[in-house]
């Protein structure tokens, strides 16, 4: 497929390059910030950097790689332009929507997907390792999911399904999980830190580590309604 991505967020080049391996024709990339013109430049040298409706209009596969709020909106004035139809398929990136905010595209018979990579994206090489048996949350209609599988299986990654209305516990467990660790994790190495620990960082990862597997591994407990309303 001919593969174009729109938008500054690191991950749209990583999942460019990764897709070019697998066999897929990268036609087009839209940035705008000079860190993302770099990065552009960095991991897919030959390929041009175009205005966003020349590449939504010749790319088959389209991925907007924009911030969480932009996606809906993109993609309602790429529909009003007349730039989707049956052989398109458009990926958004965020985990706190379904593919529902790519109606404007489905209405207009394109495929719309809802991919979010469960890691972080430094917009390098790098990623491409990272990348290989990470997970990817995708939510899809059934009719399509055989092809979201396929487009996850291609950049080594592992499918996980999730349903439209799964999303929105989906979006709020994963905002609990990343906001709370990174709070607690940044308090701790503060604690050490004013105490003139060297490298707290380094010092305080095992501990992380284990805290963090541990609660993984004990059964899942009920939510309080007391606590939930708290």
Known sequence: MK?????????????????????????????????AI?????????????PMAAVAEDAELLVLAVPNDDAELTCAGLADLGLF???KIVVHLSPHRGYGILGDAARHGAIPIAMHPLMHFTGTSMDLAVMQNATMVVTTPDTYRPIAQAL???????????????RGAYAEAFEVASGFSSLVVQ??????????VMEPAKLIAPVVRSAVDDALAKPVMPIDPEDAAK
Not at 187 to 196: F, P
């Open 3 to 35: 593969v174009g991505i729109i938008g500054d967020e690191p991950a749209g080049p990583v999942l460019a390059k990764a897709w070019a391996g697998a066999g897929h024709e990268v036609i087009g990339v839209h940035v705008e910030s000079p860190e």
């Open 38 to 50: 770099e990065r552009v430049e960095a991991l897919l040298p030959d390929i041009p950097i175009a």
């Open 85 to 87: 139809g049956p052989r």
């Open 152 to 166: 996850v299986i291609e950049l080594g990654a592992e499918p996980f399904e999730l349903s439209e209305h799964q």
């Open 187 to 196: 308090q701790a190495m503060g604690i050490l830190a004013e105490a003139e």
